[in-house]
């Protein structure tokens, strides 16, 4: 059993397109992350979720909008891709309340936009 | 603002000798904190992961230490193998998030 699962894993588009990744965690976490890894490989948050409520929201151009219909998933949709939103995003869950779990994070989406 | 840093950056070392990883956080109101491991194109596997109240833990060959107070962990490889060989990240957590070093690439030489 998957604990985080990620889809699409790769994902090739062009430029101006809108796509979606999708992400779903079956270990009952409250919490949900997106993070975006760069070129240089350092995992930085873009947004997280707490019981369907946004807590975080980093400085993220609006292009970007986080969906979490419910707890177990959180989805993300970019709209006019640009060749810089190229990277690996991952998404991660843990329990936030006391005493804090570990995360777990999915396999990752290789998204390159030409 | 939390930062971390890992030092050193990457490692190249031959097979079967013990190693040490080094993370740093500027910031001691963690919560936990968790040693990862991600191989070439691939996810993050968590390895270990210590509470805020912990000093150490222990995962096979594996050895996690946390000093809060002067804002630093280790991770202690012992025997290393070429299986060993991946980029080794830690992360800080916060009530609302982690914060991720910017990791140590390892090399284990057979």
């Known amino acids: 059993d998957t604990a985080v699962s990620q889809t699409p894993k790769y994902l090739v588009t062009q430029m101006g397109n809108d796509k979606s990744i999708k992400c779903e965690q079956n270990?009952?976490?409250?919490?949900m992350y997106w993070y975006k890894q760069d070129s240089k490989k350092f995992l930085k948050i873009m947004f997280s979720?707490?019981?369907?409520?946004?807590?975080i929201n980093e400085t993220v151009p609006n292009r970007f909008s986080p969906k979490s219909p419910d707890k177990a998933h959180l989805n993300l949709h970019i709209n006019s891709l640009e060749l810089g939103d190229s990277a690996v995003y991952f998404c991660?869950?843990?329990?936030?309340?006391?005493?804090?779990?570990?995360?777990?994070f999915g396999q990752g989406t290789r998204l390159t936009v030409v | 603002k939390q930062e971390v840093t890992q030092i050193p950056a990457a490692l190249s070392v031959p097979e079967g000798e013990n190693l040490v990883l080094n993370c740093s956080f500027t910031d001691s109101a963690i919560y936990n904190l968790q040693w990862f491991r991600q191989d070439p194109g691939k996810g993050l596997t968590s390895l270990l992961l210590?509470?805020?109240?912990?000093r150490e833990q222990t995962s096979g060959r594996l050895n996690a230490s946390l000093d809060k107070s002067s804002g630093r962990s280790t991770l202690y490889i012992a025997a290393s193998q070429p299986g060993d060989s991946a980029t080794y990240l830690c992360?800080?957590?916060?009530?609302?998030?982690?914060?991720f070093g910017t990791g140590t690439s390892l090399t284990v030489i057979p």
């Open positions: 210590i509470q805020s109240s912990q």
């Open positions: 991660a869950s843990r329990r936030r309340q006391a005493p804090f779990t570990e995360a777990f």
């Open positions: 992360a800080v957590a916060t009530g609302n998030q982690f914060y």
């Open positions: 979720y707490n019981n369907k409520e946004l807590i």
């Open positions: 270990l009952g976490h409250d919490t």
